[in-house]
Every structure is written in C-alpha cells, then in structure tokens.
C-alpha cells in the first residue's frame, strides 16, 4: 500500500513526532486523505472516540493533524498495563476477555485475534485512504520478541511499505543504536530506507561528520538531522518522555494546530527527503 513506516531505535525517540509531522503536512500541503496507524500502542492513557471506545492518544492526535476524527481502526490493540507481568487488551476499542500475561499475548492473541484484527483495519485504510503514516514501538531490534510481534517490521511487511528508522540525538548513543539495530534486522534491513536523527541541539556543521559516517558504514542515507523542538507540545503517552507527567503551568509551548503546523514546517526544512518515500 501507499505510505511508510517510521521506526524508532529507542521508545521515546520521536516516532509519534514525526507521524503526527507528516501526517499534517500530506493533509495539509498535498491535499492528501492521510490515515496514521500503529497496530499495538502501550500505555494507561487513552483517547475516547465519538462513537465511546478507546484508542491510543498518540493515534488520536496524529488523525487531527491529518484533520481527522479519531477512529478506532487507526489503532485496533491497546494494552493498559495492570502490573509489570499483566496488561489489559483493549482490542478495536473494547476490553478483550483474556488479560496479556503468561506468554497468552505472544503465543496466542498476536498469532489470532490480533493479528487478524491489525489486517482488517490496513485493509480498511488501504480501500478509503490516499496513503498510510505508520508508527513502530520501541525499536524493531529486540530479537527476543520478533517470532511474535505484531508492531515493527510484520506490519512493515503486512503493508509492504518503507521503513525510516529515526534515532534520539539528545539522548546520547544514536550512531551506535542506528547501526547497532540495522545490524539486527536480518533480511529486514532491506526494508530500511532512511535514517532520521532527532532533537539535535546545538551547531549542526559539527554533525556532519556523523552524518556522512553513518551513511558511508551503513548504506543507508541520512534524510534529516531534526532540531529539538523545545517550544511544541505533543501530549505524552509514554512514561520514557520528557513531557510525561511534566508541569507545565506558566510554560509557553505550541499546542495543538499550531504544534502539528510547527512540526510540520520543522520536517520539512530539515527532513524533506521524508516526503519523497511516499509513492
């Protein structure tokens, strides 16, 4: 289908960021009918839709970026931990019977109900969208779970879309988590298309070096070096975020329109070549 999926190699590396950036700017500026999706989000805090049932918040607000209603197909599998071994499946809006815990969640509900459920909304989007703006979680490296994910690089498959693989400069460490996670990826590395550096500070002429290191070992071309964005406001989901729970009484941050229009601009200024994967 028509679109492409931005993977992280990190949670909290700027994935929603960039969804609910691109989402905007194909909404906006190409007059697109632009669907954001991720197949299975993770977090206590939820969005209710129009019609009463539960999605992600990160998918609710990449739809009104796209200038959308929030629907539940954007965002069929949602899991509210309940502990650190339990969580509760909210599946296409609705608890599901059986909480994930016990390998249940891997050995059988991403095998059946879920999986079949993450195919029925792509199919959807894929029948009354131009194109589809897909979000990864937490990075697409961790072996231990890739026989049974249904998140990563399976939906990149199931949607036989591109993958843009998008690191956190801020944090520290991102040329080794970008090669280190594309050395992981097996036969899916061919998939990866992309390179995003995100919230960079600072000169970006002392960048460049990393810049052209990266592209020269790995292959794969460098789209953008995105700075940090200390003035927009995405609300956070995440507990990894730096927003998570953060006052912000007295701050002056862009919200709403004005931060889906500001990412929108920052994107496009320092990532166009994002804009170009959508074929």
């Not at 805090?45 to 970026?65: N, P, R, V, W």
């Not at 016990?102 to 459920?117: L, V």
């Not at 199919?123 to 490296?141: C, L, M």
């Amino acid at each position: 289908m028509k679109g492409l999926m931005i993977q992280g190699t990190s949670s909290d590396s700027g994935k929603s960021f960039l969804v609910t950036g691109l989402c905007r700017i194909f909404s906006r500026d190409f007059n697109m009918k632009i669907c954001p999706f991720k197949s299975q989000n993770m977090s206590n805090i939820s969005y209710t839709t129009h019609d009463g049932l539960e999605m992600s918040l990160a998918q609710a607000l990449q739809a009104k970026a796209a200038g959308l209603e929030p629907e539940i197909f954007m965002n069929p599998i949602l899991l509210k931990p309940r502990n650190e071994k339990s969580s509760e499946i909210i599946l296409n809006g609705k608890i599901f019977e059986h909480p994930a815990e016990k390998n249940f969640y891997f050995e059988k509900f991403t095998q059946n109900e879920g999986i079949n459920a993450v195919r029925e909304a792509l199919n959807f989007i894929g029948k009354n969208f131009d194109a589809v703006i897909i979000e990864g979680a937490g990075s697409p490296a961790e072996i231990n779970l890739n026989a049974h994910e249904i998140v990563n690089m399976r939906i990149a498959r199931e949607a036989d879309v591109p993958v843009v693989l998008a690191a956190d400069v801020d944090r520290g460490g991102a040329l080794a988590s970008v090669v280190g996670t594309l050395e992981l990826l097996g036969r899916d590395r061919e998939r990866v298309k992309g390179i995003i550096f995100n919230k960079f500070r600072g000169d970006i002429n002392l960048f460049r070096p990393a810049v052209e290191w990266t592209e020269k070992y790995t292959g794969v071309k460098v789209l953008g070096v995105v700075p940090f964005a200390k003035n927009i406001l995405l609300e956070a989901e995440d507990s990894l975020s730096e927003n998570f729970n953060k006052n912000l009484k007295g701050e002056n941050f862009l919200q709403g329109d004005e931060a889906f229009n500001a990412i929108a601009d920052l994107i496009k200024e320092y990532a166009p070549g994002l804009l170009r994967l959508v074929e």
